[in-house]
């Protein structure tokens, strides 16, 4: 039950940082929505076809949809008011991307995974939204360029295959996976830590 | 029979559409076939993947990559003739779109998707192909931005999943969706209807 | 064991070609990677999504991560070093082109698939890793707009497909189509050969 609330929330706020790229590009109602629902869906359809699972779960549950759609349509219309919030925000879309980077992974290993893949595919759903949106907007996807977004989301997948391997009960590997994937993002955004850039002398 | 002259016929303006994009880019020759293609099939392929369908029947049958090559390969050859047939063309894709958006409902409630699902598989089989249009040439999705396009293959799906929970027979249900999508785009075109837009005081 | 090690080659070589382009959109540390191991393997992953092998089996095998991830490190730190090395390895990506469509092709029609549902998934296996390198960095995808890329990976995939076809056994079906497609590359490399553009007096 506190899992559901749990995913409800990291889909609420993917469908808001969906939707409010979609807002600064100046999309049209419907763009906003699409957007909004594909950010926080979209990387479970491609962790469902990864793992042969049809049709993918978020399109046959009208939870999901609702509160995604609910969340994009508020965002389009109240974003002026929202625009005071960036450190919530930022927040719920660390325990949104924890969240689904473990229960990712889990139902990869329900799924007969093999532990490479269920962490990899964990990792995918966690960050396959936010790559998606930024690929319909038309620039370089966010987490490829700065800021600590994937390794936090492959670490909390990897804590949950980990945990699984030495029988750890299901329910604790989610909140460690969780905490450690949500956990390592927040310190990484208040330190500011970052990956190393490639060095290109030639074109300072 | 009806039906499948339609569906060639929303096949061959899909590859139109795509390979005018493409040329306008000045992709070569392969380059602008493979939009074209891609245009046309690509709503089909994501939707039998959704479906598990395997492999998509648009990659197994010759009848739909020859017409899609065969448009496209016109259209590289001939675009300047065509350029004063934008009013037929945008008749012709519309009805392409309401095709797909009932066929596609119909084929996934064939292969016993949810009702939820079968209408937002068959928007999907309808939107795929622009959407993948748009991404490849670098171009945020037109239909994101204006006019309606995604609510027209919304209802027509709609209306299909509808006909078939209330027993219609599928031929029937077919046609009715078909018109709807269809004609709703088509109207939404001549009046200039669109769905609103974010106010962005600050950026003006 | 010597399609093994072609194999391998060919993944290196791709993630070489996508991290490079990473850091000359100077990505990050992950970025690069993740860029350089999607070039390298996500071609493969759409061909197992295709023919509905899962998981994908780049997602479940250490040894093509593994190479992916080393080729996308060494390139991240040493691309100085290698702007000298831009013949090898066109050389090298050429045969790595040329081993994707023929393997692919393999693998479809040992999956069951149709003679022309075969040569397309193993086209769409040679090229597809470009094509998803480019659409993440946000570029219209190169094989698109010029050189023959796209024509060579088809011709091997077919000449395998033709080769099952008659009869011919799968090894010497495998070196027949990778030699036509490498060669066929590497020939319309050297001559400078490119297909048509499309007249567009208006613009000039």
């Known amino acids: 039950m506190l899992l559901l609330i749990l995913e409800l929330v990291g889909i609420a706020t993917f ?13 049209d109602l419907f763009g906003v929505c699409l957007v909004g629902v594909f950010t926080a869906i979209g990387g479970g359809i491609v962790r469902d076809l990864l793992l042969d699972i049809h049709p993918p779960s978020s399109l046959s549950n009208w939870r999901y949809l609702g509160v995604a ?18 450190r919530e925000i930022l927040v719920l879309d660390a325990l949104g991307m924890g969240i689904f980077a473990t229960t990712g992974a889990t139902i990869a290993l329900d799924a007969g995974a093999q532990p490479l893949a269920a962490a990899l595919i964990g990792a995918t759903a966690a960050i396959g939204g936010g790559v998606l949106r ?3 907007v038309n620039e370089i996807p966010l987490l490829l360029q700065r800021d600590l977004y994937a390794v936090p989301a492959l670490l909390g997948a990897t804590a949950v295959v980990a945990a699984h391997e030495i029988g750890l009960p299901q329910n604790l590997s989610l909140v460690i996976g969780t905490v450690l994937a949500t956990g390592l993002r927040l310190v990484a955004l208040w330190r500011g830590w970052s990956l190393p850039q490639p060095r290109l002398p030639r074109e300072d």
Chains 1, 2, 3 share one sequence.
Do not use: Q
Not at 73 to 78: A, D
């Open 134 to 136: 930024d690929v319909l």
């Open 69 to 86: 759609l609910t969340a994009s349509v508020v965002v389009f219309y109240l974003h002026t008011v929202m625009s005071g919030l960036n």
């Open 15 to 27: 469908a808001m940082s969906g939707s409010l790229v979609g807002v600064v590009k100046r999309l």
